[in-house]
């Protein structure tokens, strides 16, 4: 059963923060895995987790650089993911189900934006081969570690999906590499992804959401020079963020309330924002958002989860 795209009513809200969603919580004895949990919006969702008493496990591609971000942060540990390697993420996820524990939430919020065209694997595009085939796999991966009953599994997607829906003829950007629109494309593929896996996983307890954590300015926009952020619209001329825009505590408080909310218990595939689920998108401004017809398609989502299945040699389910 797909959850309607509606909002519920929370209490919650643009303003809310990963901590408000999460007061009153008690998270101990629960483990959480978060791609990306050193850096920008992924680090202000690991403090939150942490603060609320679970233990984090963070994977990282410059390990070190994740360990001196959490230095001094209580239950978490780090090891070395490369998710655009999926031999890596084949290692990784087997050390971990080695361990024997069970995995009670897993967010997945690595990724890249709007860089430079760039190869990797068998010529994939980056985008599309982090920000959803790395994950896609390590999710497979994982998937015998899910707690009996009650995994949750997030996807940080993003508004970005309103500028593409999955290029079927040309998932790889062969020609005419658009960075913006591969950003795009990859963000489309990570709400899909959260509704099929809902859909085949939903018998055994398993609940999967997107989200759209807001717009925010982080790590994540590395790629994309200073003058444009202002062209944009992103930041004033002083360098502060533009109204509308969210802290990373802000942020990150999407996913954490779509990974611990008991209002979600019984729901799923849905796709979030401010923490509750979204409604259609009735314009095309990404600051107001909503999620768009192509990205919460089951017909499309079955058939990139097939695709996906093709391209990283993992089993349907």
């Not at 070190?64 to 390697?85: I, K, M, Q, S």
């Not at 991966?141 to 290029?167: M, T």
């Not at 494309?185 to 899909?192: D, E, G, I, R, V």
Request: charged share 20%; proline share 6%.
């Amino acid at each position: 059963m797909i959850t309607e795209q509606r909002k519920l009513g929370t209490g919650f809200g643009a303003r809310s923060t990963a901590d408000d969603v999460l007061a009153g919580m008690d998270l101990a004895g629960t483990t959480a895995l978060v791609t990306g949990g050193y850096s920008g919006l992924g680090l202000a969702t690991t403090r939150a987790l942490v603060h609320a008493g679970a233990h984090v496990v963070v994977p990282a591609r410059r390990p070190d650089t994740a360990e001196d971000a959490l230095r001094g942060l209580p239950r978490t540990e780090v090891h070395a993911l490369d998710l655009a390697d999926l031999e890596s993420v084949r290692v990784f996820s087997e050390r971990f189900l080695d361990t024997g524990r069970p995995l009670d939430i897993l967010i997945n919020g690595a990724g890249m934006m709007a860089c430079p065209e760039t190869r990797v694997g068998p010529g994939w595009e980056a985008h599309f081969a982090v920000n959803h085939l790395g994950h896609f796999a390590l999710t497979q991966r994982l998937r015998p570690a899910f707690a009996p009953g009650g995994a949750r599994v997030v996807a940080v997607a993003s508004s970005g999906h309103f500028l593409s829906d999955i290029r079927w003829t040309d998932l790889h950007f062969r020609t005419g590499y658009d960075r913006w629109l591969a950003y795009a494309q990859s963000k489309t593929a990570n709400a899909l992804f959260a509704l099929h896996l809902n859909h085949l996983g939903a018998d055994q307890g398993l609940r999967a959401f997107a989200v759209h954590p807001g717009s925010i300015l982080t790590p994540l926009q590395r790629h994309i020079p200073r003058e444009e952020w202002l062209a944009q619209g992103w930041v004033a001329p002083d360098g502060t963020p533009a109204v509308g825009f969210k802290s990373p505590e802000q942020g990150a408080a999407t996913a954490v309330w779509a990974a611990t909310s008991p209002l979600l218990d019984g729901r799923g595939g849905a796709y979030c924002q401010d923490c509750d689920i979204a409604d259609p998108a009735t314009t095309d401004d990404m600051l107001i958002g909503g999620v768009k017809p192509w990205a919460v398609d089951p017909d499309a989502a079955a058939r990139l989860w097939d695709l996906s299945c093709e391209l990283t040699g993992l089993s349907a389910f």
